[in-house]
């Protein structure tokens, strides 16, 4: 290897929470004065373009990787993708001799407990004896990046000497030790993976049969971990997880076919994708008859077909997929999504007792934590009750959610309904950037009073965003306007009937005239609240729901 091989820039990965953006951004800007002196190139996935794969992208820029920086909390380390995909390819690789691994320490957490890849590593700041993370450093966290800046030219340039000691070859050489930050099953692996003729030949049958019993364990609690993220929606960790424990027959259990037809669940207003799910579907019935997961798969197709019938068979497609969504949770009451399907039916016919009660069943199921969607359909229900105080409730959980950009669409609704214009505005305008910022490409199923209404493509949330913040402007202080009308209207030329239905329906009686008249709004004004029905009367599905 030359010299000028030997002294370029290593890449460097950048692996964290999404939850610790800030620290993440002071880290980069820190960094950058070692990139500028061609120490290392950076990479993290705020650096994806759009319409990148992300997940080829992640892949193939930590298989590239000289130095992954580990930005280790709590919400890393509780990281799915990060502690069981980006982690683990991260570690085998190290075990190779290709990456060196370096913990940076930003906040108090659990990371040097026995069982953590992590607990013998030598981690940033340098001076970590002192204090236990960035966070907590007495000079502060400016003060504690820079000295991780330190400990990092020092990692460059001990890379940079191996290779030139290295010579002819092609990476620098990890410490002996290495290994041995793996897991005992890694470490067998790696070892039977570089020594398999000699452990074809020297092993007993009973040492064989111990290592196939350490590793069918160990694929069978992957295998335990794809089913639960069946059971609570997250379809593509739970295909990862399935990919990796059909290497032991048996154990997938139709698992990868039942995530890959969930994530097919999105798309299913596509004709081809919808005719590839029904034709795998039937495959997958016949296979595993009477599964769970099958019945709850069937009840979303219903509810898609429901979405689009005539007011005839509206009734009788609405009936089957409840019952459906019943089947599925009698047979697996673990089944999250089941309970939540349910929740959604209810929450259609007006029947919110049972709707929180569904979703609440819904969170017990999903264990500890529960996905966050379960938390924003809790509150999305509360929102609808004829009631300030459960509205006032589900404020709270809104505002809990961060920038997930549904979140604060449906607070900003909210907040007009209480005539908080100022205050809607402000949620629109972080849902608008939430959209920006996030790859989020799943729809969003939003209630109108014609009944429920999936919001496709990222184009048509934004341009939804957009005709709310005018609206909000029409109200409000001019002066603090973020979209005037007439600069929507240019970009998104036209406001769909389920959009104007949606917007009018949370628009108050009084304060808004203005705002009426300009998305002509129909009368009599509909109400986004469902009114408590009359002691002996029936609730029934709103009219023919619209995509």
């Known amino acids: 290897m030359s010299d000028a091989d030997a002294d370029r820039p290593l890449r460097l990965f950048v692996s964290y929470s999404h939850r610790d953006e800030a620290d993440r951004e002071r880290f980069g800007v820190h960094l950058a004065a070692l990139e500028a002196e061609r120490y290392y190139e950076v990479w993290h996935d705020r650096k994806l373009g759009a319409g990148q794969d992300w997940a080829k992208e992640i892949d193939r820029h ?22 069981g995909i980006e982690l683990e390819q991260a570690l085998r690789q190290e075990a190779a001799g290709k990456t060196r691994i370096v913990s940076v320490i930003l906040k108090p957490c659990r990371w040097q407990r026995p069982f953590s890849p992590l607990a013998k590593r030598q981690a940033l700041p340098p001076k970590l004896d002192r204090v ?51 897991s005992a099953a890694d470490r067998v692996r790696l070892w039977v993976g570089r020594h398999r003729a000699v452990w074809t030949a020297a092993a007993g049958a009973g040492a064989l049969a111990m290592a196939a ?22 379809y593509v960790d739970a295909e990862a997880r399935f990919a990796r424990a059909r290497w032991w027959p048996g154990l997938d259990d139709h698992g990868a076919e ?43 197709a219903r509810f898609d ?18 019952a459906l969504y019943r089947e599925a949770a009698l047979a697996d009451p673990a089944l999250a999504e089941a309970h939540a399907g349910l929740a959604l039916a209810a929450s259609v016919e007006c029947r919110l007792d049972d709707a929180l009660a569904a979703i609440e ?37 809104f505002e809990t959610r961060g920038h997930d950009p549904r979140a604060r669409l ?78 929507v209207a240019r970009d998104c030329p036209r406001i769909t009937e389920d959009a104007r239905e949606y917007l009018c329906a949370h628009l108050p009686e ?13 009368q009599p004004q509909p109400r986004a609240v469902c009114a408590t029905p009359r002691a002996g009367t029936e609730t029934r599905p709103a009219g023919t729901p619209r995509t």
């Open 62 to 83: 930590l298989a590239e990787a000289d130095v992954v920086v580990l930005l280790v909390s709590a919400d890393l380390i509780n990281s799915r993708y990060v502690w």
């Open 132 to 182: 236990r993370s960035v966070s907590e450093h007495p000079g502060g966290k400016e003060k504690a990046f820079d000295e991780v800046m330190e400990g990092l030219e020092r990692l460059c340039e001990d890379v940079r000497a191996q290779r030139r000691h290295a010579g002819s070859a092609a990476t620098a050489s990890l410490p002996a030790e290495a290994a041995g930050r793996l």
């Open 213 to 234: 019993a350490v590793v069918h364990g160990q694929l069978g609690q992957v295998a335990a971990e794809g089913r639960h993220l069946l059971r609570i929606g997250e």
């Open 258 to 300: 039942v995530a890959r037809l969930g994530r097919m669940l999105p798309r299913l207003g596509d004709e081809r994708v919808r005719r590839e799910f029904d034709r795998a579907l039937g495959t997958l019935d016949r296979a595993a008859p009477g599964s769970a997961f099958v019945k709850y798969l069937q009840g979303v």
């Open 305 to 322: 077909d429901w979405r689009l019938a005539g007011d005839a068979q509206a009734g009788v497609l609405f009936a089957q997929m409840q």
């Open 361 to 397: 069943e819904a969170e017990r199921a999903a264990g500890s934590p529960p996905p966050a969607r379960y938390a924003v359909q809790r509150a999305e229900v509360l929102g609808r009750f004829d009631d300030p105080a459960k509205r006032a409730e589900a404020m709270q959980v």
């Open 410 to 487: 449906l607070q900003a609704m909210l907040a007009w309904q209480s005539g908080q214009w100022a205050l809607g505005r402000d949620k629109v305008a972080d849902a608008l950037a939430g959209i920006d910022r996030s790859a989020e490409a799943g729809a969003w199923l939003l209630h109108a009073p014609g009944g429920p209404w999936l919001v496709g493509d990222a184009d048509a949330k934004r341009c939804l965003l957009r005709y709310a913040g005018a609206v909000a402007g029409r109200v409000g202080d001019a002066a603090a306007e973020t979209h005037t009308w007439a600069a």
């Open 510 to 522: 009084q304060g808004a005239a203005q705002a009426r008249d300009e998305l002509r709004c129909p």
